[in-house]
């Protein structure tokens, strides 16, 4: 199958009105996230708006029109952690295996790298073949598993963490840069 044309770009606050149609889907179908309530609008404006004063949040469109998003994230707050981010990926639900995912993935990876980001990680609720088949696809490594770590759907999920190392080193990384003061280099 061929892959449609996408353009991406960085995502806007005025976005998630669209983002959030995506999302609303995953929330209300599927243990791929954890939220039990679809956020509202203004909620999910803020969460595009804080992720962008220090990592990238990008669209994925087609014609125009949102078909997927991608974001980091801090991985944990303490300082030390600074050089790994957690990503997430979300694919409006009828343009799957067409390749979006993999664009989206290749663009933050690239922000990222610019970043001094040493590693991403992703949380994959399990059991979930087709995310770990693609995360397994961009060189993402299964690192772990937590069992019924969370309870949607009434059932209890497990997670499984991948991991991709973007930066071999023993040594003291680079400094951190955060987003806005990168996006214009890439």
Same mark, same amino acid.
């Given at each position: 199958m061929t892959s449609p044309s996408i353009d991406? /770009?960085? @995502? /806007? &606050?005025?976005? @998630?009105?669209?983002?959030?149609d995506i999302y609303a889907w995953y929330v209300e179908n599927t243990t791929v996230t954890f939220e039990y309530d679809v956020p509202s609008v203004a909620e999910f404006e803020g969460r595009i708006r /804080? #992720?962008? #004063? /220090? =990592? &990238? =949040?990008l669209v994925a469109e087609l014609e125009g029109v949102p078909v997927g998003y991608a974001y980091a994230g801090e991985f944990r707050e303490r300082v030390a952690y600074m050089w790994?981010? $957690?990503? *997430?990926v979300y694919v409006r639900r009828d343009m799957h295996r067409l390749g979006i995912g993999r664009q989206l993935y290749?663009?933050? $990876?690239? =922000?990222?790298?610019?970043?001094?980001?040493a590693s991403i990680? @992703?949380?994959? *609720?399990? &059991?979930n073949k087709q995310s770990i088949k693609f995360h397994s696809s961009l060189d993402f490594e299964r690192v772990a598993r937590f069992s019924k770590c969370a309870f949607k759907m009434g059932r209890w999920v497990d997670v499984v963490w991948?991991?991709?190392i973007l930066k071999e080193s023993d040594s003291a990384p680079e400094a951190f840069i955060p987003? &806005?003061?990168i996006r214009e280099k890439a």
């Open positions: 991406i /770009r960085i @995502a /806007r &606050p005025e976005d @998630a009105g669209a983002l959030l /804080r #992720t962008l #004063t /220090r =990592y &990238p =949040y790994c981010c $957690e990503a *997430s290749t663009q933050l $990876e690239r =922000y990222l790298r610019l970043q001094n980001i990680d @992703a949380c994959i *609720s399990h &059991p991948m991991q991709k987003f &806005p003061e």
